[in-house]
């Protein structure tokens, strides 16, 4: 008689990015991102959608989280006090954007396409990456991510566009997450003047990644502009206008911009108008604060 196999059901991916997203340990949060980027990757985890994702992700204890106006004023650049709060600032941006990859592959995947998951999975294996790292780099200087307080509006964006994948798409990525491609390589000079080649070196590697990042979403945001039957460029300036508050300003890195799949025809001129209250997040937290 031949043994009988158990019928085991093959995980949806819907609910193994829910798991991790739960996830407050920011080690656990790591290992468990790049693992289920692993499991889709290798086929273990079915395209299927069938629990939604939590409003919030689990956070640890530590960082405090604080609103913009609230948070501490760092230290002088080259200072010790400065450098730390630096790469926490740079920490808590990371390990956020784990989640904001994560969220973006188990809301809008199932109206997008396979494709559309692996990348986002992609990005957010990555985004774990980066955390790990620059929370090393911290413990070197005796520190660690969640021994300052950190900015409480980087998840607000990715809320108020949780109901639309162009909305998130144009907003998150493509305004909050591209101001890092501007700013992030005069944070890099000025960390290897500082002496830090370990740090300029990570930092390296986070822009020629963030690239990559941007351009995933610029191009799936192009595929949602061709079934509209409209230009990116034009549906993009719209939906910045309608769901973000801020303002897209210089300076622009135009060589990175460009190689993420953003042109000068995305952004020059853009001038936002306050609109549903949407703090401008990224351009907070990941501009001043990369500097």
């Not at 009988?4 to 991102?33: C, F, G, Q, Y």
């Not at 000025?190 to 941007?214: F, K, P, Q, S, Y």
Request: hydrophobic share 45%.
């Amino acid at each position: 008689m031949s043994p009988t196999i158990p019928n085991v059901a093959v995980p949806s991916v819907a609910a193994a990015i829910r798991e991790v997203l739960l996830e407050s340990d920011p080690r656990a949060k790591v290992m468990a991102t790049r693992k289920v980027a692993r499991d889709w990757r290798l086929g273990r985890l079915a395209y299927a959608f069938d629990v939604a994702m939590p409003d919030e992700p689990g956070r640890p204890d530590a960082p405090e989280l604080l609103p913009p106006g609230r948070m501490p004023k760092r230290g002088k650049g080259g200072s010790e006090r400065g450098r730390i709060a630096l790469w926490h600032a740079l920490a808590h941006i990371e390990f956020v954007a784990i989640d904001l990859a994560l969220d973006m592959a188990g809301r809008f995947g199932g109206e997008m396409n396979p494709g559309f998951v692996g990348d986002f999975l992609s990005v957010a294996a990555d985004e774990a990456l980066h955390f790990a790292l620059i929370d090393r780099h911290l413990r070197t200087m005796g520190s660690h991510y969640g021994a300052l307080p950190a900015h409480s509006g980087l998840w607000e964006a990715a809320g108020n566009t949780r109901h639309d994948v162009a909305a998130r798409l144009a907003v998150v990525p493509m305004v909050l997450e591209a101001r890092g491609l501007d700013v992030t390589p005069a944070t890099l000079e000025r960390v290897r003047n500082l002496g830090d080649e370990r740090g300029a070196r990570i930092l390296e590697r986070i822009l020629d990644d963030e690239i990559r990042h941007v351009r995933f979403r610029s191009t799936h945001f192009a595929a949602w502009a061709e079934t509209m039957n409209g230009e990116p460029a034009d549906l993009w300036k719209t939906l910045v206008s309608r769901h973000f508050g801020g303002a897209v300003k210089p300076p622009f890195n135009d060589s990175a911009r460009l190689a993420a799949g953003l042109s000068r025809d995305f952004y020059l001129g853009v001038v936002c108008q306050q609109s549903i209250g949407i703090t401008p997040t990224r351009e907070t937290a990941g501009g001043s604060d990369h500097l």
